[in-house]
């Protein structure tokens, strides 16, 4: 299933969330179990067929949960986590035309700087001490650093980092994902930059993807600028 999320507020105050379709389609095939589904999933007991319904396992196997947060941009020390809201349960995905979105964007005065998408690997380390290990925010951060963004965030207003995954994301994944992206893009010092990380069963456990858009902020000398200046590289709206 190819899923496009538009989260998108008209107002110049702050941008949420805006997801491209995914790239991997409804044919992909995950090679893993999710952990939690291991746990929660229904047995037989007494002879009869356990309710998943009860106690609210299959609305949990259903949802989609989104994590919020605020990370600071410095230039004499890493990017700093600045505040995580407890998670937000959606019952419900919803699939927008690409062409809609981008004219709310362009509407809303936002752009889309750049995006990237990572999968988990494991690497057998065999005669070796150490395991290599790659988590897919991470890699879906540089996948997106290694692109040429379509603008410079040197005097945005707002800058919104959206990682969405399956359900095996994990927060400290994607805050290191969200780290690299903050140090490795042109954002002034001081900015504070909006992060959204959303996990849901149609996406494969083992990937993920990462999507930068900005807002336009103030020139310095107090009239309104491009504070997203258009580059040359692909993607720019």
Known sequence: ????????????????????????????ISQRTTALKDIIKG?????????????????????????????????????????IANPTRYTKMTEFNMDDIKATMESSGVTLICTGTGKEMYKDPGSAIEAEITFAPVEAARSALSSTPSASLSNAKNVVLNFVGGDELILNEVLE???????????????????????????????ASVTVVATKGEAAS???????????????M
């Not at 999320?5 to 992909?28: D, N």
């Open 1 to 28: 299933m190819k899923l496009s999320i538009l989260l998108l507020l008209s107002a110049t105050q702050c941008v949420t969330a805006f997801v491209p379709p995914s790239p991997w389609g409804s044919s992909a």
């Open 43 to 83: 047995e037989e007991v007494g002879g009869s067929d356990f309710d998943e319904g009860q106690g609210g396992v299959r609305l949990a196997m259903e949802s989609a949960i989104k994590i919020t947060g605020t990370l600071e941009k410095s230039s004499s020390s890493p990017p700093k986590i600045l505040d």
């Open 177 to 207: 994902g969200a780290v690299e992206l903050i140090d490795g893009l042109d954002i002034g010092d001081g900015l504070m930059v909006n992060l959204n990380s959303l996990c849901h069963s149609s996406f494969p456990v083992d990937m």
């Open 222 to 236: 107090g009239d309104e600028g491009e504070g997203v200046a258009g580059g040359g590289g692909g993607g720019g």
